[in-house]
């Protein structure tokens, strides 16, 4: 029954390969989000999709490829991964329309470039 | 550019005292403000205030908006050692729902 799941949860891998999170949200909400938390625990937008529509695409490299199939699903690909890269990657969702609406946070997916 | 700063940056207590925390913002196009707890994990929603003025309550927490200064406050009274997290502001603007995060307040509630 969880509101904004994230598989997997950790993440090993060396650099220069490609790797994918998944984020799945049962709330029927019709956006969701990726963002990136650094070390300092600075949250930061990379992605939102609303509709299976990118509607936000801040400055991130290329190689992050977000893939929406669906208003429940947000996928976040990542190619040729760099040591910069580590970090804690957050899926959120909410609605978008008029109101204002809080958004829920994914358990996150600590990934970690060796 | 949009701004959202927080203060202080870290904060030890013991059990039992009130701490006030804070946020200011220079964002365009405000929408709202809300506020989160990060323990280990996801950020979990405390409050979201859109309008100044108007007290938000959960227990021993409360928040309150200042839009003509740029401000909120988050209250926590009679604090408990669970309540030793980040706890993060973030500014919601108009168009496209994105938050913007400060860069969290770590609180440590030592017995």
């Known amino acids: 029954d969880t509101a904004v799941s994230q598989t997997p949860k950790y993440l090993v891998t060396q650099m220069g390969n490609d790797k994918s999170i998944k984020c799945e949200q049962n709330?029927?909400?019709?956006?969701m989000y990726w963002y990136k938390q650094d070390s300092k625990k600075f949250l930061k937008i990379m992605f939102s999709y609303n509709n299976k529509e990118l509607i936000i695409n801040e400055t991130v490299p290329n190689r992050f490829s977000p893939k929406s199939p669906d208003k429940a699903h947000l996928n976040l690909h990542i190619n040729s991964l760099e040591l910069g890269d580590s970090a804690v990657y957050f899926c959120a969702s909410s609605n978008l329309g008029q109101g204002a609406h809080e958004q829920y946070f994914g358990p996150g997916t600590r990934l970690t470039v060796t | 550019e949009d701004k959202v700063v927080q203060s202080p940056l870290s904060l030890v207590v013991h059990e039992g005292d009130t701490v006030t925390l804070n946020c200011s913002y220079e964002?365009?196009?405000?929408?709202?403000l809300l506020w989160y707890k990060q323990e280990k994990k996801a950020p979990t929603f405390l409050f979201m205030l859109?309008?100044?003025?108007i007290e938000k309550k959960s227990g021993r927490l409360s928040s309150i908006l200042d839009k003509k200064e740029l401000f909120s406050i988050l209250n926590i009274t009679a604090t408990q050692t669970g309540d030793s997290a980040v706890y993060l502001c973030a500014v919601r603007r108009n168009q496209g729902g994105k938050l913007i995060f400060g860069q969290g307040t770590e609180l440590s509630v030592k017995p």
């Open positions: 709330l029927g909400h019709d956006t």
């Open positions: 964002v365009t196009n405000f929408r709202s």
């Open positions: 859109t309008s100044s003025g």
